[in-house]
């Protein structure tokens, strides 16, 4: 479905004539302070899918859910979240991005402050739920209207180094804060929090453009929506429902019927006056290389985030708060590499494929260093955990902030949810399957751990067996972003009278 050809064309082709009317339009006075806005928002789309970790065992003991029903608080929000993501960027080019970042939200807030005051397991679930499911229409809304934005090529790098550093950072920080509101204020506070929050966002909306009038003719496309959507959920759940083991027989039906539905959605969407997914948008090599260097190293950060999380607190014997500071490293280290490293290196015009590629094996090499990790405490911290943390870290910062732009960029106006929903997507989808497919492995060879060193050395060798896995999967990412993106820059609005200079 990738193209292969034009890898090493001297030159681009002249910008679509709606993209080039765009880059003559004066740029928007405000449109660093609806930064702040989009940001605000993508933060805590990103956030909320880390930061209930910390407080499961609060949660878990005050609301008596089992063990088996615990990964759901985290599984209902991701569900949702990685399965519906298509569907709302097809709705904000419909209805209207502004309208429908709007309405995520509200949405959003009001699923979060359900969520805060669930009297029961099943009410936690199903405000996770709803979270999940606004978030999938208001990220792909936020990504878009980034875009439309920002049309100069250097007020799109920063741009996006900013989104990309909130993005890259966002589920560290969601550690700390869990940590630092289930220890001295109350694991419901990990969701209370959004309201405020959203409150603020939403009086800023006022910084955006009203949406312009939408052209008629435009569908949904229902019989995408169906087979797109069910096959994602279907895989989603498949990944989640693997915690108890990949031989269980609702895992082969779920993947087998997720894998048949897309199969399905494909060749729909190649008949579809009105297509959910324009396959347009994935056809062409740079951007579908830029899909994989999305999603595949998310494999192992999320993997990571879990085993990190117990092997501060299970292991080292932290305390919430201290295990959410211990993330910062890796916080700190994907700002600096997606708003400074990426942006700079870009600007200077480094090849969006080598910095993707190179950035991606500084993170495995961060990732092999883990793999060294004893139950013993010692010096663990600033001998092992600290610089994995750092090359991790400006690794995935690095690789996300170019894959982004080049995800997103050049794409048709009508498309840009789409193109935005699919970047989101595909992280989702990626941690989603880096959770079930690492914790897999970690406990299948914890349990057949010999008895020697007690459970803290079988967990932490589960731990490094498994992180070996994820290592394999950024070095994945590594050879397919540098094979697929072409070393052209990613294409930008073309100024007036100016044509873009080749390579």
């Known amino acids: 479905m990738l193209s292969t050809g034009g890898a090493d064309r001297p030159e681009r082709p002249d910008p679509p004539p709606e993209q080039r009317e765009r880059a003559r339009e004066p740029a928007d006075p405000r449109r660093w302070w609806a930064l702040a806005v989009i940001g605000l928002a993508q933060l805590l789309v990103v956030l909320d899918a880390t930061v209930v970790n910390i ?66 397991p099943g009410a936690l679930f199903a405000a996770r739920a709803l979270q999940g499911a606004f978030a999938a229409l208001l990220a792909p809304a936020a990504l878009s209207l980034l875009t439309t934005l920002f049309t100069s090529a250097r007020d799109r790098a920063r741009a996006f180094g900013v989104y990309g550093a909130l993005s890259g950072g966002g589920a560290a920080a969601g550690l700390l804060a869990g940590g630092i509101l289930t ?15 959203v409150a603020l966002a939403l009086a800023g909306c006022a910084l955006l453009r009203r949406d312009p009038p939408r052209p008629g003719g435009g569908r949904l496309d229902l019989p995408g929506t169906l087979l797109g959507c069910g096959g994602l959920l279907a895989l989603v759940a498949a990944f989640a429902e693997a915690e108890g083991g990949w031989d269980r027989p609702v895992v082969a039906v779920l993947l087998v019927t997720g894998a048949l539905a897309l199969l399905a959605f494909t060749r ?20 579908g ?81 883990l793999t060294g990790l004893e139950a013993g405490t010692g010096e663990v911290f600033a001998v092992r955990l600290l ?72 967990l932490v060798h589960g731990y490094t067996v498994a992180l070996w896995v994820g290592v394999g999967f950024l070095l994945l990412a590594a050879v397919l972003a540098g094979v697929l993106v072409p070393s052209r820059r990613p294409p930008a609005p073309v100024e007036p009278g100016r044509q873009p200079a080749p390579l």
């Not at 999320?302 to 500071?325: D, M, R």
């Open 183 to 197: 220890e001295y204020l109350d694991w419901r506070w990990c969701l209370y929090v959004n309201v405020p929050l």
């Open 289 to 369: 290389g830029a899909f994989l260097a999305v999603g595949v190293p998310q494999v192992g950060l999320f993997g990571l985030f879990l085993f990190l999380t117990y092997y501060f607190q299970a292991v080292l014997g932290y305390s919430p708060v201290e295990a959410g500071l211990a993330f910062l490293p890796l916080s700190a280290a994907m700002g600096v590499g997606a708003a400074v490293i990426a942006r700079r290196a870009l600007a200077r015009g480094v090849p969006a494929r080598h910095l993707m590629a190179g950035a991606l094996l500084v993170a495995a090499a961060g990732m092999v260093l």
């Open 55 to 120: 407080a499961l065992p609060s949660a878990q003991q005050d609301l008596g859910m089992t063990d088996a029903g615990r990964q759901w608080v985290v599984a209902a929000y991701t569900l949702p979240f990685g399965g519906l993501l298509l569907l709302g960027g097809r709705i904000a080019d419909l209805a209207g991005r502004r309208r429908m970042f709007l309405l995520g939200l509200a949405g959003f807030g009001a699923a979060s402050a359900l969520g805060g005051a669930a009297p029961g």
């Open 268 to 287: 729909v969407e190649w008949r579809a006056a009105h297509p959910l997914l324009p396959l347009r948008v994935v056809a062409d090599r740079s951007r």
């Open 387 to 458: 610089p994995a943390q750092l090359l991790i870290g400006a690794g995935i910062g690095c690789a996300v902030m170019p894959a982004m732009i080049t995800a997103s960029a050049g794409v048709d106006q009508r498309d840009a949810g789409v193109a935005a929903a699919l970047v989101n997507s595909a992280q989702q989808i990626g941690g989603s399957l880096g959770i079930a497919l690492l914790n897999t492995v970690a406990t299948s060879v914890a349990a057949a751990h010999p008895a020697g060193g007690g459970a803290p050395a079988a």
